[in-house]
């Protein structure tokens, strides 16, 4: 089946009981990329506390999650005819575990910082540069990264567009102007279309090869918006679900975080969700009926807003509450399953998470205290960037020299170095190169 396909050829031995999703799983697990993701930063800097999550733990949950989507939905929808196509528990739990492989250091303040270092040279994405890790960078193979099957790669293909039809000629990255003694960049400018990078383009034709001209036209369709960039209008069915539970968590265990943090109080958590959850709170009177004598909603936030082990409970209450409402949605325009169809969640259950979602970014990710380290984070990244591009015999390791001569300086080589450091590794190279102190050769990097 074209699906199981991978761009190596190679064959599993004939005692090895593993399908495609197992032997995919084991190769992200035992990948560099997804062990730098412990250095990573989700949300709250790494630094503040070894208690709020990571990279790493968040894609540990989203593959926790995606894979109790997927069997829900075999338990919820028993006799559909989308059942036999949907993934395998390792299959998903593979995809939600290399889904944010491609993020850089500083979360999406250094998405921003490379796109803006890339600006000539085809730009940066983080989901772009995770199918860049999965087919080229990873050493699994010779020269098809980790050789993942077809099916694995289309379901990380989360925006099937090429970063050359997704940017908007007339959102240039660019520096804020009025400051005189620093550089800052303009972030709004600077952010990159959701796409997959044009390197990769040879990947994506693979990948789609075997579907009828017509619908592989029509998979990688886009929407122009006037004043953005283009927007992808459609994604496999393995990377919906993946999706789903990447919201989720998002919604979800972050919000947790912002809770413990006190990043959000009670009031503003309140006032947020009172009339957006009504799914939510009728599974509570129906399922804990004992709880629910008095207002449902106030149980609810003293739950959360209590102590530890009542905000767990409540957690996960969320997180089921969300799990049991995803449904298929169809698209007639094609015939494989793994197109044609699509998991989403119910519209009350998509409105509450996303208030969820506004929440967080608006108490969490904008607020000062995130921002200024994403701030700094920006700023580091691009003074990196430059000071390797200027200087690559002298400043790059032996490795990375290697590979950028190999390509004829291709400027991506240095982008993927750096988008492949921890935060700490970053922040160790800023250091040697740009802090006053004089340093020394034994400081490890």
């Given amino acids: 089946m074209m699906w199981h396909a991978r761009r190596e050829n190679w064959s599993k031995q004939a005692e090895d009981a593993r399908d495609d999703g197992d032997i995919d799983y084991a190769r992200v697990i035992h990948s560099e990329s997804f062990r730098r993701l412990q250095g990573k930063t989700q949300i ?31 338990k919820t929808f028993p006799q559909s005819e989308v059942r ?44 772009g540069q ?11 193979s010779e020269n098809a990264g980790a050789n993942l ?28 102007t009025g400051t005189t003694r620093i550089q800052v960049l303009d972030s709004a400018s600077c952010k990159p279309p959701k796409c997959y990078m044009d390197s990769e383009q040879d990947v994506v034709e693979w990948l789609l090869e075997d579907l009828p ?6 998979f990688c369709a886009s929407e122009a918006r006037p004043g953005k960039h283009a927007r992808s209008r459609h994604k496999s069915l393995d990377c919906s679900i993946m999706d789903v539970a990447d919201d989720i ?9 912002a809770i ?40 609810v936030v003293e739950g959360l807003f209590g102590e530890g082990g009542a905000r767990k409970r409540f957690i996960g209450r969320l997180v089921h509450h969300f799990i049991t409402a995803v449904e298929y949605t169809e698209l007639p325009q094609f015939t494989d399953p793994l197109l044609r169809f699509r998991a989403r969640l119910k519209a009350p259950q998509r409105a ?15 607020s000062p205290t995130v921002q200024q380290l994403e701030f700094k984070g920006q700023g580091m990244v691009v003074a990196v960037f430059e000071a390797l591009m200027a200087e690559p015999e002298r400043l790059l390791s032996p490795d990375a020299l290697t590979s950028f001569a190999a390509s004829g300086d291709d400027p991506r080589i240095i982008c993927d170095h750096i988008a492949a450091m921890t935060d700490t590794h970053l922040l160790r190279i800023y250091d040697r190169l740009f802090s006053p102190r004089m340093g020394s050769i034994f400081d490890r990097i």
């Fill in 44 to 74: 709250l800097n790494l630094g503040d506390s070894d208690f709020y999550r990571t990279r790493l733990t968040h894609s540990l949950e989203v593959a926790q999650i995606a894979g109790g989507v997927s069997g829900q939905l075999a």
């Fill in 84 to 127: 036999p196509f949907l993934p395998g528990r390792a299959m998903v739990q593979a995809l939600g575990c290399m889904h944010d492989l491609g993020h850089p250091p500083f979360g999406h303040g250094g998405e921003v910082a490379l796109n803006y270092c890339m600006r000539d040279h085809g730009g940066f994405e983080g989901n």
């Fill in 130 to 140: 995770t199918l860049r890790i999965l087919s080229r960078l990873e050493d699994f």
């Fill in 149 to 176: 099957c077809r099916r694995s790669l289309l379901g990380v293909l989360k925006y099937p567009v090429p970063y050359a039809r997704a940017y908007n000629r007339e959102i240039v990255p660019s520096l804020l």
């Fill in 213 to 218: 001209e017509d619908e592989r036209a029509e």
């Fill in 249 to 257: 968590a998002y919604g979800v265990h972050d919000l947790e975080d």
């Fill in 260 to 299: 413990a943090l006190q990043l959000i109080d009670r009031d503003t958590f309140a006032t947020a969700l009172r009339d957006k959850c009504p799914t939510f709170l009728d599974a509570m009177k129906a399922k804990y009926p004992a709880e629910s004598e008095n207002d449902v909603f106030e149980i």
């Fill in 352 to 366: 509450m998470l996303d208030v969820l979602q506004d929440l967080v970014v608006r108490r969490v990710i904008r």
